[in-house]
């Protein structure tokens, strides 16, 4: 599994190198909040999320993108493919124990995009 | 119900335009005609509830109708493509493209690990009986999952972050909110969280763990150095 943390966590204390002020994270944190607040359920005894932790999950997503994206891509390049279709994010998502979850995701991916 | 060939979006924003216009219902929007036809007998004879409720066999729409009969919004449950996309582009190689279905797909499996990560935070907050979950959880949350190898260099950025928010040295003075975080608006709506919470905790550290931001007057780094001179 490779480690996309890396070269990514260069970038984002660059960053912080300035004197401007710091962009924390490149997603919404509305957004996501509100992702996290849909999973927690209405019923949930669980209600509220600090700001810190919606900045980690802000955080962990971007290395999720980076890693699937990164794998994938082998997979674009072996097919001798230009283009990343979801074929290939459907092999990954196959070959990759980390993103075993990710497999019924396509089956109801299918019924959205066809 | 089959979702025809315009796709789920296709469908979304006929029932948009049905519910708003249900009596200018326009033919031309159905893209394949046998498909649809079910469809389109039902939004020309029935009551406009119908398009209401999600009537799809999507798993995951079920956990929507649940909450309400209203459909969640696709900027509700995702992230925002663009973003996804251009993080996404960071990590391939500058010549190469990516297909739209993949990009949407991609969009999808970021929501959904959201809400893994999430439930098992959530799980953990519930085993120990807390209400609110933290960046610790999160963390925890990574390990239990498969993740760990993400933790270090989370656990670097939340040093960062919590640096940011208690008011560097770096920062100028009076302001309260020195670091600009991308959303604006989240700054307002956590703070109303972090002091409706704050009415059940005592101590103020349990408070800036609740998201109340503190701010802290900016004091030189020698306390006594405004003083005057000391006289032995």
Redesign the interface.
């Known amino acids: 599994?490779p480690?996309?943390?890396?070269e990514?966590?260069e970038e984002?204390?660059e960053d912080?190198e300035d004197?401007a002020?710091?962009?924390?994270?490149?997603?919404?944190?509305?957004?996501?909040?509100?992702?996290?607040k849909?999973?927690?359920?209405?019923d949930?005894?669980?209600?509220?999320?600090?700001?810190?932790?919606?900045?980690?999950?802000a955080?962990?997503?971007?290395?999720?993108?980076?890693?699937?994206?990164?794998e994938?891509?082998k997979i674009?390049h072996t097919n001798k493919k230009?283009?990343?279709?979801?074929q290939?994010?459907i092999t990954t998502?196959k070959e990759s124990?980390?993103?075993a979850?990710?497999e019924?995701?396509?089956h109801?991916?299918n019924?959205?995009?066809? | 119900m089959w979702?025809g060939e315009g796709?789920?979006?296709a469908w979304h924003s006929l029932v948009h335009h049905c519910l708003f216009q249900s009596n200018s219902f326009s033919p031309g929007i159905m893209d394949s005609a046998s498909e649809n036809e079910e469809l389109g007998a039902t939004f020309l004879g029935e009551t406009p509830h119908y398009l209401v409720t999600e009537d799809?066999?999507?798993?995951?729409d079920g956990?929507e109708t649940d909450?309400s009969n209203v459909v969640?919004r696709e900027?509700?449950?995702?992230?925002?493509i663009a973003?996804?996309a251009?993080?996404?582009?960071?990590?391939?190689?500058k010549?190469?493209?990516?297909?739209k279905?993949?990009r949407?797909?991609?969009q999808?499996?970021?929501?959904?690990?959201?809400?893994?990560?999430?439930?098992e935070?959530?799980d953990r907050?519930?085993q120990e009986k807390?209400?609110?979950?933290?960046?610790e959880?999160?963390?925890f949350a990574?390990s239990s999952?498969?993740?760990d190898?993400?933790v270090?260099?989370?656990k670097?950025?939340?040093q960062?972050?919590?640096e940011?928010m208690k008011g560097d040295k770096?920062l100028s003075m009076g302001e309260p909110y020195?670091?600009?975080?991308?959303?604006g608006?989240?700054t307002e709506?956590?703070l109303q969280?972090?002091q409706a919470?704050g009415t059940q905790s005592t101590s103020a550290a349990d408070l800036e763990?609740?998201?109340v931001i503190f701010t802290y007057a900016p004091v030189s780094a020698d306390p006594l150095s405004n003083n005057t001179e000391f006289t032995m």
């Not at chain 2, 251009?86 to 190689?93: A, G, N, Q, V």
């Not at chain 2, 807390?130 to 960046?135: A, E, P």
């Open positions: 599994m480690n996309p943390a890396e990514h966590s984002f204390f912080s004197d002020p710091v962009k924390l994270t490149q997603l919404p944190l509305a957004r996501i909040k509100r992702i996290m849909t999973a927690l359920g209405e949930s005894s669980v209600k509220l999320i600090n700001k810190e932790s919606m900045f980690v999950v955080q962990a997503t971007e290395l999720f993108i980076a890693a699937i994206a990164q994938t891509a674009t230009k283009t990343m279709t979801m290939h994010l998502i124990e980390n993103f979850f990710l019924g995701t396509m109801s991916t019924g959205r995009i066809r | 979702i796709g789920f979006r799809t066999e999507d798993s995951r956990e909450r969640l900027q509700d449950r995702f992230l925002p973003n996804v251009r993080l996404m582009k960071k990590s391939i190689p010549t190469g493209k990516i297909a279905d993949a949407e797909c991609v999808e499996c970021v929501s959904e690990f959201v809400s893994f990560i999430t439930s935070a959530s907050c519930h807390r209400k609110t979950i933290n960046g959880d999160i963390l990574m999952l498969g993740f190898n993400y270090d260099p989370l670097q950025y939340l960062k972050y919590r940011a770096s020195p670091i600009s975080i991308s959303n608006e989240m709506e956590m969280e972090g919470q763990q609740e998201g």
